[in-house]
């Protein structure tokens, strides 16, 4: 018998042609998913969603200064935004809790707190920013032992500038 006629081995001949071809494609395409550089941000700004005008100037201020700033509003109409989010955390040094008169009832701000204060502290710096109407009593429990960056009085240079400072460390 000829093993080249034999069908059983055209078959395994054929299946092995196809996995040297296939095996290395698709270890391509995965291998370069996990390799692919992550964008990353200087710092991911977390408000309720009702307030976003006034967090959105101060996003418009820190970018002026030359920070990368996430907000929600990077996502585009689609994505899985709460993957979006997850990876945006992760991806940033710092993260900015802005804290208004609505906090404590933004479920989202809540979670968000949860998971970046689970985060080891030398990885992601956490400051809570204090928007007008909003007190110190509104401080979340997770949020009251890191120093706050108070904008009560408006966005002012040298509230900028501390941002930045702990941004920078």
Not at 147 to 152: G, H, P, Q, W
């Amino acid at each position: 018998m000829d093993i080249l006629r034999d069908p059983v081995w055209q078959f395994v001949g054929v299946l092995v042609t196809l996995l040297a071809v296939l095996v290395p494609l698709i270890y391509h395409r995965f291998s370069a998913k996990r390799s692919r550089p992550q964008r990353t941000y200087d710092i991911y700004l977390s408000y309720p969603v009702v307030d976003r005008k006034d967090v959105q100037a101060l996003a418009q201020a820190l970018e002026a200064m030359g920070l990368e700033v996430f907000m929600d509003t990077k996502l585009a109409s689609g994505d899985d935004w709460q993957a979006g989010l997850d990876a945006a955390l992760r991806a940033s040094r710092a993260v900015g809790f802005c804290i208004t008169p609505n906090s404590r009832s933004a479920s989202g701000q809540q979670q968000e707190i949860g998971k970046a204060t689970g985060i080891e502290p030398e990885r992601i710096r956490i400051i809570p920013i204090l928007f007008p109407g909003a007190d110190f009593s509104d401080l979340p429990n997770g949020l009251q032992r890191f120093m706050v960056v108070d904008l009560r009085s408006g966005i002012t240079a040298a509230a900028l500038t501390s941002i930045l400072s702990a941004v920078s460390k």
